[in-house]
């Protein structure tokens, strides 16, 4: 059993940065692979990115490549998403994902553990 906890959401205006953070409790975190999803009022949800469980491989969904980061610290249980030259268009609720297998995935339904979620909202 995995359980995860999101942290580092919050309201920044546009252009602004924020680094959004997903402490992972049990023993499997380090062999699986992360993600991290999110969702806008009234939309489905959607990738955002992932990392594989040695952090060289990682997938990020065209809308934020180039602007988002995800990287993770095994030694902390710990996955990152550094987020910069935000957008309206980011605001969201963005989930913290986890999965057994190794291997990174732009799939949701992939994924077997989820965290709450964390509010970013970015004003213009």
């Known amino acids: 059993q995995v359980h995860l906890v999101e942290s580092g959401g919050g309201l920044v205006q546009v252009g602004g940065s924020l680094r959004l953070s997903c402490a992972a409790s049990g023993r499997t975190f380090s062999s699986g692979a992360m993600g991290w999803f999110r969702q806008a009022p009234g939309k489905e949800r959607e990738f955002v990115a992932t990392?594989?469980?040695?952090?060289?491989?990682?997938y990020y969904a065209d809308s934020v490549k180039g602007r988002f980061t995800i990287s993770r610290d095994n030694a902390k249980n710990t996955v990152y998403l550094q987020m910069n030259s935000l957008k309206p268009e980011d605001t969201a609720v963005y989930y913290c994902?986890?999965?057994?297998?190794?291997?990174?995935?732009?799939?949701?339904?992939?994924?077997?553990?989820w965290g709450q979620g964390t509010q970013v909202t970015v004003s213009s």
């Open positions: 990392i594989n469980w040695s952090s060289r491989t990682t």
């Open positions: 994902a986890a999965r057994q297998r190794v291997r990174a995935s732009q799939a949701g339904e992939s994924y077997d553990y």
